[in-house]
């Protein structure tokens, strides 16, 4: 079983190890059918309550997913969340794009209106089958997502989104309302503007990446929103690591650049000398910092869940982390985790 932590001030506490459900939408290939229930349940088992999707991811597909494995379980018994900010329009045949296999048969058109948000809560309800969404998301809002759209959509969205979002949680609807984003510049932007819960914010704060150690993290701390890490693997590569024959490593949803690659292989020297695997290193190393509640990695399958779970719990010494800060691949201020003694 994994420790629960709180989100923000509610009274919602979920397990530092989450569920992402993206590849419930058959991203990058498609999910034998079965193998998401069968993942769920296999998470629930093993003491994760936390799963999260998005209309986004699938077109719908991982919603209804999501939703058919939760269903037997008591609403009590874990925490969803999902995510508004696109409706699904209806075309003509489900076709292969974003990354998505074989989806459901709808496009997906940015709206961060206030009744864009709420058509998107109620379509999601009526998607996952389920009495409630503790945790709603304002999903992929931010400049590098929207270029030179950007200032019109947050105004939008923080003048009638964020009002929709807000009203939800006033009402009981949601327990809590935050960003799902891969920018933590927005999520400090979208802070001026109201009191958000928490954010779900994806590679952003990782062993390759700690800028948002400067602002962004203190200021969730002196405000009391919770941060929920997604993507600690930076799009692949510190799982994979950059010595596997064949695989290409992916940073940041495309190939490494060469700096990058030679990072990942200093780390994965020191790794090698304490015996630590780099994916239990990549997701255990975020929990240290007091504003990050837990991490939520994609899980696919009930092995990959099992793998999961056993890096999260695998021990990793102190000495491990210093070896990091004195080869100068984390600064010596950065949080880590207090290891067992070696």
Avoid at 36 to 50: D, H, R, T, V, Y
Avoid at 81 to 107: H, N, Q, W
Avoid at 176 to 203: K, S
């Amino acid at each position: 079983m994994f420790k629960k932590r709180q989100i923000g001030k509610t009274k919602l506490q979920v397990s530092e190890l989450g569920f992402g459900a993206a590849t419930f939408g058959n991203l990058y290939h498609k999910m034998p059918e079965g193998a998401a229930e069968a993942s769920i349940a296999k998470a629930m088992e093993l003491g994760l309550n936390q799963f999260d999707t998005a209309p986004y991811y699938g077109f719908g597909l991982s919603e209804r997913r999501v939703g058919n494995g939760l269903r037997e379980y008591d609403k009590n018994d874990y925490i969803l969340s999902t995510k508004v900010g696109r409706i699904l329009e209806p075309c003509e045949k489900a076709e292969d794009k974003y990354g998505f296999c074989s989806p459901m048969p709808f496009e997906p058109k940015y709206d961060y209106s206030y009744d864009g948000i709420m058509r998107s809560f109620e379509h999601s309800i009526q998607r996952l089958g389920l009495s409630k969404i503790d945790i709603l998301y304002m999903h992929d809002i931010g400049r590098v997502t929207h270029g030179d759209d950007h200032d019109a959509l947050f105004k939008i969205a923080m003048e009638g989104g964020y009002k929709a979002m807000d009203e939800l949680r006033s009402q009981g609807l949601v327990s809590a309302i935050g960003l799902g984003v891969n920018e933590y510049e927005v999520c400090e932007q979208a802070m001026d503007h109201g009191y958000f819960d928490c954010f779900l914010l994806a590679g952003r704060y990782t062993l390759l990446e700690q800028e948002s150690l400067k602002t962004f993290l203190p200021r969730c701390l002196k405000e009391n929103s919770s941060i929920i890490l997604g993507g600690p693997y930076n799009s692949g590569i510190l799982a994979t690591g950059v010595r596997r024959e064949g695989v290409v490593a992916n940073y940041n949803y495309e190939p490494a650049s060469q700096e990058i690659i030679n990072t990942v292989a200093k780390i994965e020297d020191i790794c090698q000398e304490f015996n630590v695997p780099l994916a239990a290193a990549a997701l255990q190393f975020p929990l240290a910092h007091p504003a990050v509640v837990s991490v939520i990695p994609g899980l696919s399958s009930v092995s990959r869940v099992e793998t999961t779970v056993a890096q999260m719990q695998h021990n990793i010494p102190s000495d491990f982390w210093l070896a990091l800060q004195n080869a100068g691949l984390l600064a010596l201020d950065v949080p880590v985790p207090t290891g067992i003694e070696r």
